[in-house]
């Protein structure tokens, strides 16, 4: 090999390693399970492609561990979250600036002969939720219905409505839809408006908040043309 050879073959090992070096590995976790990860990995796969020197990964984990990794900097970023509720207890997660998600959370029901419009709107009746959808659980506590039940999994919950044995379950609008899917229920659906919505935002660890205006630009460019729209109705479509 002569000295020409020797030299290119060094500069391209150099500048491979740079290019390696440069591009920044992200791997971000859920405490959301499918469907709603599904999107999430969905958003995240097409932001990935759109991101140059980018690379995203991405995990589900229980709720609680996930936020616990990502503020001590062992995951680099959690999809997602209400940023208010964390503030206080997680100082090393910022987040982003752009929602891409709202988190609904719907009462199911056989009746649709009551307008429920609110939670308060239950109070009469027997109502259940599942551990673990704080918000739901806690807003029915809140009001305190006629009868509640608060069960371990959404089939328990859906069953349930199935024998009669509730008049409404609350859950968010996308894992009742899946769970109506899973367990060919034909009666029960999902009310009209949602009881509540919440807009959630992926949220990074604070040493890359170097790369949330990236993440800003590139979640704002994907809702602009279309393309958030376009995976939450394939979601819907396959439920």
């Not at 859920?30 to 990995?41: E, I, L, Q, Y």
């Not at 988190?103 to 009746?125: C, E, G, M, Y």
């Not at 807003?139 to 371990?152: F, L, Y």
Request: glycine share 4%.
């Amino acid at each position: 090999m002569n000295i020409n050879s020797i030299i290119y073959s060094a500069l391209l090992w150099v500048i491979t390693g740079l290019s390696c070096m440069a591009e920044t590995q992200l791997h971000i976790s859920s405490g959301f399970t499918p469907p709603v990860s599904d999107f999430f990995n969905s958003v995240l796969t097409e932001a990935d492609k759109r991101m140059k020197d980018v690379s995203i990964s991405f995990e589900i984990l229980p709720a609680e561990r996930s936020l616990i990794l990502v503020n001590q900097g062992i995951n680099d970023a959690d999809c997602c979250r209400i940023p208010a509720l964390l503030a206080q207890e997680y100082k090393n997660i910022i987040p982003v600036d752009i929602s891409f998600f709202s988190a609904r959370f719907s009462a199911f029901s056989k009746k649709n002969d009551v307008p429920i419009k609110s939670f308060t709107d239950l109070k009469p009746f027997s109502v259940g939720s599942v551990e673990g959808w704080k918000i739901a659980v806690n807003k029915i506590k809140e009001i305190n219905p006629a009868v509640t039940h608060i069960v371990t999994t959404p089939e328990q919950l859906f069953l349930m409505l199935e024998q009669d044995r509730l008049d409404y379950g609350v859950v968010g609008y996308l894992s009742g839809l899946k769970t109506i899917a899973d367990l060919k229920l034909n009666n029960i659906h999902a009310l009209e408006p949602p009881l509540e919505e919440k807009q959630l935002y992926l949220v990074v660890h604070n040493k890359h908040k170097n790369l949330i205006p990236l993440f800003n630009e590139v979640l704002n460019e994907m809702k602009n043309d279309g393309t958030i729209n376009s995976l939450y109705s394939e979601l819907i479509s396959s439920l």
